[in-house]
């Protein structure tokens, strides 16, 4: 088995910059901020993505991203922040231990606009389509 940079991290809190820690989680600097207060929060037990993860598990995950954020904002006071957990390769996810991003973000930071506006094609009784299937699923699921 490949060796997982952020269980190691759970296993010696002296390989990171650790700002959180409770029995469930850890939060701690990542080595290449994307911004000044960059924050990691990861579940201690080892989980690929949110996908891979149980409802309890999600809601302490989502608990301590919670707390870190809102102690971010409190000593930051940035003037935004972008929350995000990327699931796979093609959704830029390069560690494959579940982890939220929190990054506090200022008016022309470094980072930049995630999300460029562009025009996309929309076909209204395709999305009608998709929201119905969609809708269909959940509701099996």
Known sequence: ????AFCDI???FSRARVVHED????????????????TLVIPRAHAADLWEMDATEVQYLMRAVLEV????RAVL????????????????QTVF?????LVPREA???VGDIWPPRELPQDEA???GLARRIRARGQGA
């Not at 469930?24 to 960059?38: I, M, R």
Request: one cysteine or more.
């Open 10 to 12: 759970v296993a010696d």
């Open 126 to 128: 395709a999305l009608d």
């Open 23 to 38: 029995d469930q989680t850890v939060a701690f600097f990542p080595l290449t901020p994307a911004t000044w207060g960059h």
């Open 108 to 110: 022309g930071d470094a």
């Open 69 to 72: 954020g809102r102690t971010l």
């Open 1 to 4: 088995m490949e060796t997982c």
């Open 77 to 92: 006071e940035p003037a935004g922040m972008n929350v995000i957990h990327s699931v796979g390769r093609a959704a830029s």
């Open 97 to 101: 231990h579940a982890h939220v991003h």
